[in-house]
């Protein structure tokens, strides 16, 4: 392996191809060689499109780092194809185009912290049901039974949706697969039945209650 100083002389398409050679010996040298010398022109850009944007300063810095950890993920870059001919202007103008894909990927994570449907990773899986309140409503002391009163798999499934299940979206593909997982359950869609069992028992325990009060008010 060289030293990264040695690395960091080499041409801009040698960096790549050495970064893009998955057994390549300098693979990780190359690709900090080649954060480096893009770090100053991109910030430079998306500080630009930020500001179009009404974005901070932060944003950019955000903005950048994940440019490079997109290209690290995947990374594709082919010169053959590139529309224009100087190497160094030509991976810039890719890399430019992974920062227009991850500004929009930043302003939807913000839309959905705003709107409250933001998982931030530390979702985990409910594995027990929480005591039932001293004054619970009774609306709620029925629910509590309802749901002790089910399989431990529907009390699972039941718990872990309520405090996670947001409006408009579905839980983390990484938490369902936990639940999948720690529940022994190979299909989504079983989960989807019991989630829909525990609910229809609620359902109608809640309205026996309904028809109890108003057989009261008669």
């Known amino acids: 392996m060289r030293e990264y100083e040695e690395v960091a002389k080499l041409e801009v398409k040698e960096l790549v191809e050495i970064y893009q ?4 010996i300098d693979k990780e040298n190359a690709f ?7 770090r100053n022109d991109l910030t430079v850009i998306c500080e630009k499109r930020c500001d179009n944007f009404h974005q901070s ?3 950019v810095y955000e903005l950048v780092n994940n440019v490079f950890k997109a290209y690290a993920r995947k990374p594709e870059f082919n ?6 001919k100087n190497e160094y202007n030509a991976f810039l103008g890719y890399l430019c185009g992974i920062a227009k894909k991850e500004l929009t990927n930043i302003y939807r994570i913000q839309q959905k912290k705003k709107n409250g449907t933001w998982y931030d990773g530390s979702e985990s899986i409910i594995k027990k049901l929480p005591p039932c309140p001293k004054d619970a409503t009774t ?18 499934i039941y718990c872990t949706y309520t405090v996670y299940e947001k409006a408009g979206c579905n839980l983390p593909r990484k938490l369902q697969q936990e639940l999948r997982e720690y529940l022994g359950i190979t299909s989504q869609s079983t989960i989807r039945v ?10 109608i325990a809640l309205m026996g209650l309904n028809l109890t009060d108003k057989e009261l008010d008669l």
Not at 32 to 38: G, H, T, V
Not at 79 to 84: G, I, P, Q, S, Y
Not at 194 to 203: G, H, M, P, W
């Open 79 to 84: 010169f053959d194809k590139a529309k224009v």
């Open 194 to 203: 019991y989630k829909k069992e525990a609910l229809d028992k609620i359902n």
């Open 32 to 38: 900090y060689a080649l954060c480096d010398r893009f």
């Open 139 to 156: 609306h709620a002391k029925i629910i509590h039974q309802v749901i002790t009163d089910l399989p431990y798999s529907h009390q699972v």
């Open 21 to 24: 050679s998955d057994l390549h």
């Open 57 to 59: 300063s932060d944003v």
